[in-house]
């Protein structure tokens, strides 16, 4: 089993940065593919970014390409996720989600993942 707690999200304006954190307890999280997906309010779960669980492999949303920057710290078990130039389309609600198995082809999907943290908000204003 593994835990994953989100932080870091907030309130912001529009074309400022923020930067995510997901901290996973209760296994190494080395063996864990990890992404980040959002929830828009009256919206459907959406994938974000992911990495492998080296990090030597990372896929984005097109919506977020250029902007938003996965990374991840094993050592610590933490998984980040930097995002600049915000707009308000990108608020949200932000979940981490990892598993056992990276996928370079099903990484988009949230049924993917076994594990889920609680999510963090994240509030652009105009």
């Known amino acids: 089993q593994v835990q994953l707690v989100e932080s870091g999200g907030g309130l912001v304006q529009a074309g400022d940065s923020l930067s995510l954190s997901c901290v996973a307890s209760?296994?190494?999280?080395?063996?864990?593919?990890v992404s980040w997906f959002r929830q828009a309010p009256g919206k459907e779960r959406e994938f974000v970014a992911a990495?492998?669980?080296?990090?030597?492999?990372?896929h984005y949303a097109d919506s977020v390409k250029g902007r938003f920057t996965i990374s991840r710290d094993n050592a610590k078990n933490t998984v980040y996720l930097q995002m600049n130039s915000l707009t308000p389309e990108d608020t949200a609600v932000y979940y981490c989600?990892?598993?056992?198995?990276?996928?370079?082809?099903?990484?988009?999907?949230?049924?993917?993942?076994?594990?889920w943290g609680q999510g963090t908000q994240v509030t652009v204003s105009s």
């Open positions: 209760g296994r190494p999280f080395s063996g864990y593919a």
């Open positions: 989600a990892a598993d056992s198995d990276y996928s370079s082809k099903y990484y988009y999907i949230d049924g993917w993942y076994d594990y």
């Open positions: 990495t492998s669980w080296s990090g030597g492999s990372t």
